[in-house]
Nanobody, 120 residues
Framework: VQLQASGGGTVQAGGSLRLSCTAS????????WGWYRQDPGKQRELVAS???????NYDVSVAGRFTIVADNAKNTVYLQMNALKEEDTSVYYC???????????????WGKGTLVTVSS
């Protein structure tokens, strides 16, 4: 199983970006998705998550500006980021809790980071 993230880039403050992350390989079911971000020297922090049933959770710093949506048919999750602020500048990572063998526990997979830079 591999996760491929894309969509990062540079945008001015107040602008928007959409990140995508697609799972490929032996994917039987995706139980949840998450988007995280990490600044140099800091711990990775959860930005938003969505369960297979569609329940979402957002960090207070992005609530009302970011939207996480999962497309189960495409094994893809999106993070729509609006009203971006300079403090949103970071490397963003996706992860997914995936069942890839019946009868075994699920595993957590991570995509490679994608850089989001918000300029003033």
């Amino acid at each position: 199983v591999q996760l491929q993230a894309s969509g990062g880039g540079t945008v001015q403050a107040g602008g928007s970006l959409r990140l995508s992350c697609t799972a490929s390989g032996r994917v039987l079911r995706i139980h949840s998705w998450g988007w995280y971000r990490q600044d140099p020297g800091k711990q990775r922090e959860l930005v938003a998550s969505v369960t297979g049933g569609g329940t979402t959770n957002y960090d207070v710093s992005v609530a009302g500006r970011f939207t996480i949506v999962a497309d189960n048919a495409k094994n893809t999750v999106y993070l729509q980021m609006n009203a971006l602020k300079e403090e949103d500048t970071s490397v963003y990572y996706c992860n997914a809790d995936i069942r890839h063998y019946w009868g075994r526990d699920t595993d957590i997979f991570w995509g490679k980071g994608t850089l989001v830079t918000v300029s003033s």
